[in-house]
């Protein structure tokens, strides 16, 4: 992939998971990083629809998805440290370091509506990634 397509991909990337954030309750985006949901939203068009649905639709289709990894295998995928920041692979730093500020916001155990676990895996999530783009870099 070129530089001006790595760009633009990324851009897209991002404009996604800002409409998410900006549509979906903080109750669904909780949902969505812990389930590693992320990645299934790839184009403005299926958030808009996702987050046109009726709150209890929603709901059921968390759930509908939480069995299904009940009965998955429970191995971590190797990018399951993207998943949960909605980044691309090919991420860098400073989009590593801007995505944990915005989850630190959203779900630090100290704001309305936190969630201390999700704020440790989030917290490992990004040492494990600062230390993936060093690697890159190096």
């Not at 996604?16 to 900006?22: D, I, S, W």
């Amino acid at each position: 992939m070129n530089k001006d397509r790595k760009a633009t991909h990324r851009k897209s990337y991002r404009n996604v998971h800002e409409c998410m954030e900006a549509l979906l309750s903080r109750e669904d985006l909780k949902k969505i990083h812990l389930l590693g949901l992320w990645t299934a939203f790839d184009d403005l068009d299926q958030v808009k629809q996702f987050a046109s649905r009726p709150r209890q639709e929603r709901q059921e289709f968390f759930a509908r998805y939480e069995r299904s990894l009940d009965d998955a295998p429970r191995a971590r995928p190797a990018d399951a440290d993207h998943q949960l920041f909605g980044l691309p692979q090919e991420a860098g730093e400073e989009e590593v370091r801007q995505r944990y500020r915005d989850l630190a916001l959203t779900f630090h155990p100290d704001r309305n509506g936190g969630d201390q676990a999700l704020m440790q895996e989030i917290n490992a999530a990004y040492q494990r990634l600062l230390e993936a783009v060093a690697r890159r870099r190096a």
